[in-house]
T-cell receptor, first 113, second 111 residues
Framework: NAGVTQTPKFRILKIGQSMTLQCTQDMNHNYMYWYRQDPGMGLKLIYYSVGAGITDKGEVPNGYNVSRSTTEDFPLRLELAAPSQTSVYFC????????????FGPGTRLTVL | EDKVVQSPLSLVVHEGDTVTLNCSYEVTNFRSLLWYKQEKKAPTFLFMLTSSGIEKKSGRLSSILDKKELFSILNITATQTGDSAVYLCAVEANTGNQFYFGTGTSLTVIP
């Protein structure tokens, strides 16, 4: 199993540009999450999904959109990038009621200039 | 508002020391509390705690949960330089299966 994979690893955007961060998991987990982590801070939940076709907002959803057309994929879309979106983005997945918490992808480091 | 608070924010110790990291929480519909280790990359799972008073152990690391006082501790004995990392505490809520993270404790172990 590859676990949770994310692409790209790094990206630099100009203000106002858009991009999609990709996330795929091969563990057949129903639940998937997107977090951002700013320097010296914990993880803040952006969006999450409890299954294909179902998404919901987390703590900091403004400026982002998600979709969940399949169990495996959970892309995060940034529209009109702003410097405040400079952060490290982690995708995670888990099985409801599981005993090992969430499995995290390697992260995407995004800089908006 | 649901929140998770960790202390101390940072800690510097010498190899062989024992450290205790703290996590307190106020989360509606608590399901579990988790500890993760983060070494400049993705967090990796350490422990999940759901019941009060039952210690979880893995080698030199151990953790316990107090659901009455709403806190948990993570102990690391005989610390090694490889223990240097940020330790994150997260609380899982039953509602929507959301996870709330603390800001982490940065541990530095000096040889």
């Amino acid at each position: 199993n590859a676990g949770v994979t994310q692409t790209p690893k790094f990206r630099i955007l100009k203000i106002g540009q858009s991009m999609t961060l990709q996330c795929t998991q091969d563990m057949n987990h129903n639940y998937m999450y997107w977090y951002r982590q700013d320097p010296g801070m914990g993880l803040k939940l952006i969006y999450y999904s409890v299954g294909a076709g179902i998404t919901d907002k987390g703590e900091v959803p403004n400026g982002y959109n998600v979709s969940r057309s399949t169990t495996e994929d959970f892309p995060l879309r940034l529209e009109l990038a702003a410097p405040s979106q400079t952060s490290v983005y982690f995708c995670a997945s888990n099985r409801p009621g599981g005993d090992f918490g969430q499995f995290f992808g390697p992260g995407t480091r995004l800089t908006v200039l | 508002e649901d929140k998770v608070v960790q202390s101390p924010l940072s800690l510097v110790v010498h190899e062989g020391d024992t450290v205790t990291l703290n996590c307190s929480y106020e989360v509606t519909n608590f399901r579990s509390l988790l500890w993760y280790k983060q070494e400049k990359k993705a967090p990796t799972f350490l422990f999940m705690l759901t019941s009060s008073g039952i210690e979880k152990k893995s080698g030199r690391l151990s953790s316990i949960l107090d659901k009455k006082e709403l806190f948990s501790i993570l102990n690391i004995t005989a610390t090694q330089t490889g223990d240097s990392a940020v330790y994150l505490c997260a609380v899982e809520a039953n509602t929507g299966n959301q996870f709330y993270f603390g800001t982490g404790t940065s541990l530095t172990v000096i040889p």
